[in-house]
């Protein structure tokens, strides 16, 4: 049998934030596709969502709120003692709110700072001391987006603020964790449509045009083609020699 970097067959994978409809949904269907035994985890709320993409990839199925270090905690042991451990975290949850800064309330901002941010360095702790507990290696993938250091059309500072932390508490996560053989690594996605994200982008194709047309390759990113590729060179040993990167996955957005 020929085996290849992307062959993570032996391996736990936890991806969380991964009821259907959305990237995290993608990512859990590529690690499961390349031999991942898998958990996937979401907020409670999503419990039916979370349980279709469990059944389509033969995961083990965890509630989680990314905000609640003891919820993060607690769905880590769970995943230890059913699976034995993890190799590989994706880190897929988020909020976003569009709303213009005079209108968010600071209630909101928070909330959005406290799913996507904090709730990534909780994430990343756990993954980091459940890994390290068992000698590494291991991956860590968080996800960002295009603005990650810019911000865009639609008024929303919050998600703006919280993504582009996550860019950096990836980087900070990079270098502590580095010396242990646990890579950290960002997927900074342009516009994918259609996912839960962005579906409500469906009823302006005015907008959605114009998102296609800021790309380089005049196009959106197809959910089912243009994700794994990029989600498995990180999660896979196939990006054994990168930590603290953000790759962008936008079309050639960020390159204009």
Known sequence: MVTTPFDLTGQVALVIGAASGGLGERAAQALAGHGATLAVAD???????????????SASAHAVDVTDEASVAALFSAVAEQHGGVDIVVNAAGVMLRKPYDQTTLEEFEHVVRVNLTGTWLVGREAGRAMTARGGPGRIVNLTTVYAERVG???????YASKAGVANVTRALAAELGPLGITVNCLAPGVFYPTQMTAALG??????????????????????????????????PASSYMTGQVLYVDGGWSAW
Not at 45 to 52: E, V
Not at 153 to 159: I, R, T
Not at 209 to 222: C, E, Q, S, V, Y
């Open 153 to 159: 059309p639609v008024p929303e500072s919050a998600y």
């Open 203 to 236: 009823a302006d194709p005015d907008r959605l045009a114009w998102f296609a047309g800021r790309t380089m390759l005049g196009r959106l990113g197809d959910p089912e083609h243009d994700f794994a590729g990029p989600l498995l060179l990180l999660a896979s």
């Open 43 to 57: 907020i409670a709320a999503r419990a039916d969502d979370l349980a279709g993409t469990a059944a389509a990839t």
